[in-house]
């Protein structure tokens, strides 16, 4: 937990709230309880908070602060991100299929098709809303991050979030995400084989 100023809390849940609309999800009952002391201290931001504590203009240009960005997954507070299985499940099937494929390949083939998989699940993934909602979420991670003394790290996460307003590069992808979706495949792989594995071990041998 960190401190925030109140008008800025307010104007998330409010961007979340209509989020939440403009899905056609269910809001929460929380919110709506408490919309109207939301509202009435809600203040407009230019840009997220993070930017009135760490300096832009330094990072601007900084490939060494973006290129620790696939360090970010091990820290404590990234721990458990992931993307949604049903989203990831389709790219860790083709890793799984090219792993188990009987066509021979030696290693630098078969590496390169892992990779292919990894950029196409970038592509499909991250070419449209979803990039934009993970540099939200990396702004507002990269205030929690500095709120809780790790200047570093904030920076870098504020210089990976920086760097999706880009274009995808697929020579030069974003750190970050390209190991999020790596973590994510190989995640997902590793509970598929020992869920087969324990599936194999219940069965009576004749």
């Known amino acids: 937990m960190v401190d925030m100023e109140p008008s800025y809390v307010a104007l998330l849940f409010t961007q979340a709230h209509q989020r939440s609309l403009e899905k056609k999800e269910i809001s929460s009952q929380d919110y709506?309880?408490?919309k109207l002391e939301i509202e009435s201290i809600k203040k407009e931001y230019m840009k997220p908070l993070v930017y009135s504590y760490l300096q832009i203009d330094e990072m601007a240009g900084d490939d060494r602060m973006l290129k620790k960005g696939g360090d970010l997954l091990k820290v404590d507070i990234f721990h458990s991100w992931r993307i949604e299985e049903d989203l990831i499940r389709?790219?860790?099937d083709e890793v799984w299929?090219?792993?188990?494929s009987k066509i021979v390949l030696n290693p630098t083939q078969k590496e390169a098709r892992f990779q292919g998989i990894y950029q196409?699940?970038?592509?499909d993934l991250f070419s449209g809303e979803r990039k934009f909602l993970y540099q939200r979420r990396l702004e507002e991670m990269a205030y929690v991050l500095f709120k809780l003394g790790k200047e570093e790290e904030a920076t870098i996460c504020l210089s990976v979030a920086m760097d999706l307003e880009k274009p995808l590069n697929p020579i030069q992808p974003n750190p970050f995400l390209?190991?999020?979706?790596?973590?994510s495949i190989f995640s997902l792989l590793s509970e598929s084989y020992e869920k087969k594995s324990k599936e194999l071990s219940l069965i009576v041998k004749p």
């Open 32 to 34: 709506l309880r408490a």
């Open 90 to 92: 389709p790219f860790a």
């Open 97 to 100: 299929n090219a792993e188990e």
């Open 120 to 123: 196409k699940a970038l592509t």
């Open 178 to 183: 390209f190991q999020l979706v790596t973590k």
